[in-house]
């Protein structure tokens, strides 16, 4: 049995509105939480502080995004001091939607991770493959490329306020799941990764989570497996159906 504490994040991307997150949160906090699992809400920059304010203590707040300067002549973007000056304790980076659609590079969410590291911030970094690199059979070279910026970035230490989110990325909101065998195979190849590259201590205690149209009804097989030590959650986490993943 892992003694890996089980992770479960939430991710809203683009959505949501006060009176929508007042009701949802009404909804979170009086529903059940297990002790033995650590919960993470990820909303958009603006709705932070009223997360922050409202949402149950037992759980924590994370930006989905943040720059590489604490200030500066950068508009529109957020730094991570700022992310936890009004509360978040933690930041996503690398998902693929950052990488794909914006075209971030690998190197680029390395000096984010670094950045929000330094900011007290703990970090869910996002890797996975899009689908014509599965069918290629490169899963494996993609996602370590994707590990190998960061590697090279941080210390050993700093994998203790790390946790890793495989997210293929013809899973990520397809309704398309990646079935338990796969994604433990993936989450396996991944500590072997870290056990070369780091050490076996870090490849031991760091938490890889599985995110890609997860659900109440599909997490609870995956959940079982070896080497998935949580989830982070699209779509389901707008919903109350949150709780039961």
């Not at 297990?34 to 809400?41: K, L, Q, Y």
């Not at 070279?141 to 293929?168: C, F, G, H, M, T």
Request: charged fraction near 20%; include cysteine; aromatic fraction near 8%.
């Amino acid at each position: 049995m892992s003694s890996r504490t089980f992770w479960v994040g939430g991710n809203w991307k683009m959505n949501g509105s006060v009176a929508a997150i007042k009701d949802l949160v009404k909804d979170f906090n009086s529903g059940a939480s297990p002790a033995d699992v650590e919960v993470v809400i990820g909303a958009p920059y603006v709705y932070i502080p009223l997360l922050a304010d409202s949402l149950r203590k037992d759980w924590a707040v994370a930006g989905e995004n943040c720059y590489v300067h604490a200030t500066g002549a950068y508009t529109g973007e957020i730094s991570p001091e700022m992310l936890a000056d009004v509360g978040a304790k933690w930041v996503i980076l690398g998902h693929s939607e950052r990488r794909n659609i914006l075209g971030e590079s690998s190197e680029f969410t390395a000096q984010k991770v670094v950045k929000a590291l330094e900011a007290g911030l703990k970090v869910a970094l996002c890797v996975g493959e899009l689908l014509e690199e599965r069918e290629a059979g490169t899963t494996q070279l993609v996602v370590n490329s994707q590990l190998d910026a960061v590697v090279k970035a941080v210390s050993e230490r700093d994998w203790a306020n790390i946790v890793i989110a495989y997210e293929p990325v013809w899973a990520i909101g397809t309704g398309k799941v990646a079935s338990p065998e796969q994604a433990q195979e993936v989450h396996a190849a991944i500590r072997e990764y870290l056990k070369a590259a780091v050490s076996p201590k870090v490849a031991a205690e760091t938490r890889i989570a599985y995110g890609g149209s997860v659900n109440g009804k599909n997490c609870k097989e995956t959940a079982q497996k070896p080497d998935v030590d949580g989830f982070l959650v699209g779509g389901a986490s707008l919903k109350p159906e949150f709780l039961d993943i």
